[in-house]
């Protein structure tokens, strides 16, 4: 009897906007020494390529936006994946609010996504993820051994991410401006955003970070465990 090849472990976390998907990815990868990879990066080094021409986003096209992917690459750093534009870094303009603004405009193009989701499998090839972003547990691993789709109130998402941004607490104005913005987003993901039938729902909105990570990682240490243990054989 000849067992089957081991295979590299994947553990795909969806989410709507502004749920704790990369964090919590980042954090679960380093507890279970996988490498990270955070398919929103290369959503938001296309939007912030594209942004360096400074044309108006409004006569963006799918070429266009294509076009610019060319300059980004996407490699490992430190347990997890970093995009760079012409070879440099640019996390702060990856993160900034024009880019954020946008990004939602470029993940809806079916190229652009076609050309992430082959990079994030490109980064997957050798070694075991976590990956977070869009489709992941749907298109871009719909057999990944272990998926989960984290949801949160708006309220509490809007408020984790002023927190973020700000460095503050924000006051209750604050956070009801940018609930308006996150239910906005839904609104436009809401045919990226979609939980697979085999996910593990998760709803964080009174769960700490720790204890979102502790239960991925229980999770997938169950996963993996029995898939080790149980693997076919052929006769």
């Given at each position: 009897?000849?067992?089957?090849a081991?295979?590299h472990?994947?553990i795909?976390?969806?989410?709507?906007?502004?749920?704790?998907?990369?964090?919590?990815?980042?954090?679960?990868?380093?507890?279970?020494?996988?490498?990270?990879?955070?398919?929103?990066a290369?959503?938001?080094?296309?939007?912030?390529?594209?942004?360096?021409?400074?044309?108006?986003?409004?006569?963006?096209?799918?070429?266009?936006?294509?076009?610019?992917?060319?300059?980004?690459?996407?490699?490992?750093?430190?347990?997890?994946?970093?995009p760079?534009?012409?070879?440099?870094?640019?996390?702060e303009?990856?993160?900034?609010?024009?880019v954020t603004?946008?990004?939602?405009r470029?993940?809806?193009m079916?190229?652009?996504?076609?050309?992430?989701?082959?990079?994030?499998?490109?980064?997957?090839?050798?070694?075991?993820?976590?990956?977070?972003?869009r489709?992941i547990?749907?298109?871009v691993?719909p057999?990944?051994?272990l998926?989960?789709?984290?949801?949160?109130?708006?309220?509490?998402?809007?408020?984790?991410?002023?927190?973020?941004r700000?460095?503050?607490?924000?006051?209750?104005?604050?956070?009801?401006?940018?609930?308006?913005?996150?239910v906005?987003?839904?609104?436009k993901?809401?045919?990226?955003?979609?939980?697979?039938?085999?996910?593990?729902?998760?709803?964080t909105?009174?769960?700490?970070?720790?204890?979102?990570?502790e239960?991925?990682v229980?999770?997938?240490?169950?996963?993996?465990?029995?898939?080790?243990?149980?693997?076919?054989?052929?006769?």
């Amino acid at each position: 009897m000849t067992a089957v090849a081991d295979r590299h472990f994947v553990i795909a976390i969806d989410g709507p906007a502004a749920s704790g998907k990369s964090s919590t990815a980042q954090w679960v990868a380093r507890r279970l020494s996988y490498h990270h990879v955070d398919s929103g990066a290369l959503y938001r080094a296309a939007t912030a390529a594209q942004l360096w021409l400074a044309t108006s986003p409004d006569g963006w096209t799918e070429d266009d936006v294509l076009a610019e992917t060319s300059r980004i690459s996407f490699v490992p750093s430190e347990g997890s994946f970093v995009p760079l534009i012409d070879g440099a870094t640019a996390d702060e303009l990856l993160r900034g609010a024009e880019v954020t603004r946008h990004v939602s405009r470029v993940a809806q193009m079916p190229r652009v996504r076609a050309w992430v989701n082959s990079m994030v499998r490109q980064a997957a090839e050798a070694r075991d993820v976590v990956v977070d972003g869009r489709d992941i547990g749907t298109v871009v691993f719909p057999e990944a051994t272990l998926k989960v789709f984290l949801v949160a109130d708006p309220w509490e998402r809007a408020r984790r991410r002023l927190i973020q941004r700000l460095g503050r607490h924000p006051n209750d104005a604050e956070i009801a401006d940018e609930t308006e913005s996150i239910v906005k987003r839904d609104a436009k993901d809401a045919t990226q955003t979609v939980q697979a039938t085999d996910a593990v729902l998760i709803d964080t909105t009174y769960l700490t970070q720790e204890d979102q990570v502790e239960r991925i990682v229980a999770l997938a240490k169950a996963v993996t465990h029995r898939e080790t243990n149980t693997s076919p054989v052929d006769d």
